[in-house]
T-cell receptor, first 115, second 114 residues
């Protein structure tokens, strides 16, 4: 149990376009979902925390107008990278947390390449 | 603010030998500590966690970690390494009462050779 999926697993887009990444909890309800960004050979940096039905809380330095997060249901959160640029190329990982005293479960990640 | 340090970028060990991946932390209060493993182009897989209780925590795939409060360390160990253990390992900390925010170390690449 406790499986988190991400779609797509990789995406290539042109500079200036927007791309949406989905994060789904497949067998549990996630009251909270997290979005992380990972650069090559570096650690995960938390971008934002989203709770179902409310606005996401962004970490310092993360542009909320550029990285739009929607957590419309207890099993789905989306991250939209708007007007993508090559420097947005990265590995984006989501995690989902069930209610109660349980930890986060991580998705497999999405590799975004902006050309 | 909470932080995690993984002092070694890479650890090399021969198959069959014991392995240790080091982690030290800084947090206010009693920490919640975690180890995750990441294979290339994959998300993180949970290995083990320490919340309270026994200082020696046993986790998945034969890994264990020892919580040492006086040294603020949480080193990951395995008695006998396998080539398949080669991966990137992350230590993480969560402060009690700090919400669900995990702070990760920079990761240690483990390479197990025949």
């Amino acid at each position: 149990g406790a499986v988190v999926s991400q779609h797509p697993s990789w995406v290539i887009c042109k500079s200036g376009t927007s791309v949406k990444i989905e994060c789904r909890s497949l067998d549990f309800q996630a009251t909270t979902m997290f979005w992380y960004r990972q650069f090559p050979k570096q650690s995960l940096m938390l971008m934002a925390t989203s709770n179902e039905g409310s606005k996401a809380t962004y970490e310092q330095g993360v542009e909320k107008d550029k990285f739009l997060i929607n957590h419309a249901s207890l099993t789905l959160s989306t991250l939209t990278v708007t007007s993508a640029h090559p420097e947005d190329s990265s590995f984006y990982i989501c995690s989902a947390k069930p209610s109660g005293n349980r930890e986060q479960y991580f998705g497999p990640g999405t590799r975004l390449t902006v050309t | 603010a909470q932080s995690v340090a993984q002092p070694e970028d890479q650890v090399n060990v021969a198959e069959g030998n014991p392995l240790t991946v080091k982690c030290t932390y800084s947090v206010s209060g009693n920490p919640y500590l975690f180890w995750y493993v990441q294979y290339p182009n994959r998300g993180l897989q949970f290995l083990l966690k320490y919340i309270t209780g026994d200082n020696l925590v046993k986790g998945s795939y034969g890994f264990e970690a020892e919580f040492n409060k006086s040294q603020t360390s949480f080193h990951l160990k395995k008695p006998s390494a396998l080539v398949s253990d080669s991966a990137l390992y992350f230590c993480a900390v969560r402060a009690p009462g700090g919400g669900n925010k995990l702070t990760f170390g920079t990761g240690t690449q483990l390479k197990v050779e025949l």
